[in-house]
């Protein structure tokens, strides 16, 4: 059966249907000046008691919010229990901490534990725990988990995958690999355009990826990104941004044999020359002066 609203309910619900986050008792009663204190009172116990309004503490303050309720109506349900699904389902699939939940419906813990639980129990919400954090949070159970929640495509089991990771950092790099030694072969005299033309976009390594097929899990253009940076921390890729900013491009990193380097820094002449501590840019012994300095730079 439904309810006949009275003219004091209408008055409010003209207002809170103008402000979506709700507002304070005292600016009610400011937005409705023609309305006398009992009148008002009766008609916010007899909305709240319909569940059409819902009462939301303000954190740290004994003062509350009224607000129109737009969230789903659950059947049977106390207004203690709609009001915590309003809460919920309005934090959608980032869900939302049992202290955010506890300090806007203002009720107590205990109470509040007792709520959740029953809601649990209906299958109408879940509870889970964030990576890194032991609290848990709530959602809709229909919901996926946001990425903020869950760590994103390289988690499992609240765990990074790392043996995942490092498979994907290496196919993409055996890819910047063959991409710089293609174009250098192509470019062998032409420096800045070896370089220019050498970088990959995101992109394109997401789709060599896909195309080879070494990932059951689908990756976009921002969880190939987040690979290619580790290869970047690893010192075995290079970012260069693009002139739009609108997308990064990556390129391997030069290998450098170190078996060549140590041979190369061991047969620096100063590595060896008695005079070292005399030698210095302008004075007699220097290096534009020393004898063994040209026949290095040509090695």
Known sequence: ?????????????????????GVSNDDLILLTPLMDNTSRTSAINSMLSSGKIEMLSTPGSKSFTIRWCCSTKLVGATQEEQLVYSLIEEAGSRGIWMKDIRDKS??????????????EQRKVVKSMKSVGTTKKC??????????????GTFF????????????????????????????????????????????????EVTAYIKKAGVSNIPLVDSDVESILEVAVLDGKAERHADVMGSENRYRASKIVNPRAMTSLMNSTPCMHCPLIDECGTGNVISPETCEYMPSWIEI
């Open 138 to 151: 709530y959602m809709l159970a229909e919901l996926e988990a946001d990425s903020s929640l869950t760590g």
């Open 106 to 119: 203002g009720l107590a813990q205990t109470q509040m534990r007792r709520v959740l639980k029953l809601l």
């Open 156 to 203: 499992s089991d609240q765990q990074l995958d790392t043996q995942f990771v490092q498979t994907l950092v290496q196919v993409c790099v055996q890819m910047l690999h063959s991409k710089r030694k293609q174009v250098e072969a192509i470019y062998p005299n032409d420096f800045s355009k070896s370089r220019e033309t050498s970088f990959i976009r995101v992109s």
């Open 1 to 21: 059966m439904e309810v006949i609203e009275n003219d004091s309910e209408t008055a409010l619900r003209s207002v809170l249907e103008k402000f979506k986050d």
